[in-house]
Each structure stands twice: as C-alpha cells, then as structure tokens.
C-alpha cells in the first residue's frame, strides 16, 4: 500500500509543477490531480480495512489484479509504438511538408506552434523545391487561424510566401491530414512536422487517407511537461484505435 502513497503524492507534485509552468489552460493537467487523489484514497482505505481486519475475497482481488496488469500492458504496447515514432528522421527532397498546427494565443503562437514552425522552417530551407501547407483552423481564444499565424512565422523565418498553402479550416489532427490531402494529394512525398509525442497517431492517420510516402520531422517539446504529453497521447491514440481511425 506505500507504493499507492508514494505514487499519489508524486502524481499531486507533478500537478502542481504543471499547472505553474502551463497554467490552467490544459484540462489534461487535471488528470495528475485525479490519479494522485485516487492513489492517496486506495493508500487511505487499505489501511483503513487492514485495521479493521477486513479482507478482499481471493476472486476479487485477483480480479482486481489482472485488471490493472492488463491496463499496463495496454499501456506500453501505445507507447512503445509513439515512442518508437517519435525520434524517426526525414529524408530529403519531400514534395510537400504539412505542418500541423497548435495554439495560438492571440495572434501569438504558442512555444509548441513556434517550435513546429521553425522545424519546418529548417527543413524547408535544405530543400529549396519542397512546397509547404500549413494546417489548423481558428479556435477560441484565437484572433487568426492557425494556419495564418503559421504562414506568416513562415515567411518572418525567410520562407517565400508562393511556397506557402494555407489550410485553416481544420479542429483536429484527422482533419490536418485529411484537409491537407486535398491540396497536395496522398500520392506524393510528404513529410509531416509535429510534436514528437503527436507523431505516431499524425503518420497513422495520413496512412489510413492513403498516403503512402510520408514520414515525420518531430520538433522539440518542453522537457518539464514530456510525461505529461506522453500519457495525454496515449488516451488520444487509445480513442483513434477504438473508433477504428487508426
């Protein structure tokens, strides 16, 4: 029962770390609070019926047991595999490059934004023939799509402005992909730029459309906040294999 202790008020730690580098603004932060006051609350009631005298009957803490360890290894065959993507390089000479969109504040990207950005930026500037489409729609609390902030960060970096194809109609990465196809196609070289946790379910979605050259140019993340990117992730690529997207 220490371990659920121990394991809760590291999981209420990591919370609080989050949400003073981040804010509030992140609903999945929230999830560190719940699973820490879930872990303190099953350390509370073992000792409470350990007291008591009170006991599991065998079936059921063996249910309990195999469920968790099922739920584990669920866990890390999802990670392995947007683990295992994440860190996969780009070759040279794509026809396009699709960068999907993150927030923007404003009309200010976001770090995660800017990063994806100036990833493709670098990419773009290697290789001088390679089209790019910038991709994400216009959210709440934002003045002007993703997309156009994207663009013009784009050219800010050096980049012409008759490269540049804007999709700013998009609200998810399924609609990225799919919206993005319609301008290049799924039939030429691609590369997509995202975050390295977002990689897995990007290239998972743009081969269920059909691409069938793409590979991915992962931009950095904030250190601080990698397990908490890794394990939203998963609840993400869980839902898209459940619903058969992915």
Known sequence: ????????????IYYVIVIIYSGLTGTFSLFWLAL??????IFGLGRWMHNRQ????????????????AGFVVFVVIEVQIIGTAFKKAEKGADYVIVLGAQVRGDVPSRTLERRVRKAAGY???NPETLVIVSGGQGRGE???????????????GIS?????????STDTYENIKNSFRIC????????????YHMYRAKALAAKAGAVDVEGLASDSDRLLM?????????AVLKYKVCGQI
Not at 55 to 68: A, E, K, N, Q, R
Not at 161 to 169: G, L, P, W
Not at 185 to 196: A, E, F, M, N, P
Not at 227 to 235: L, M
């Open 227 to 235: 397990v908490n990117y890794y394990v939203r992730e998963f609840f």
């Open 143 to 157: 003045d002007i799509s993703e997309a156009q902030c994207m663009k013009q960060l784009l050219m800010d970096l």
């Open 36 to 41: 820490g006051l879930m872990c303190e609350g």
């Open 124 to 126: 773009l500037k290697e």
């Open 161 to 169: 402005e008759d490269r540049i194809f804007e999709e700013d109609t």
């Open 1 to 12: 029962m220490l371990f659920f202790a121990g394991a809760g008020l590291v999981c209420i």
């Open 54 to 69: 009170i006991h599991l009957p065998g079936w059921l803490y063996g249910l309990m047991i195999l469920t968790l360890a």
């Open 185 to 196: 196609g799924s039939d030429k070289k691609l590369v997509i730029v995202t975050c390295g």
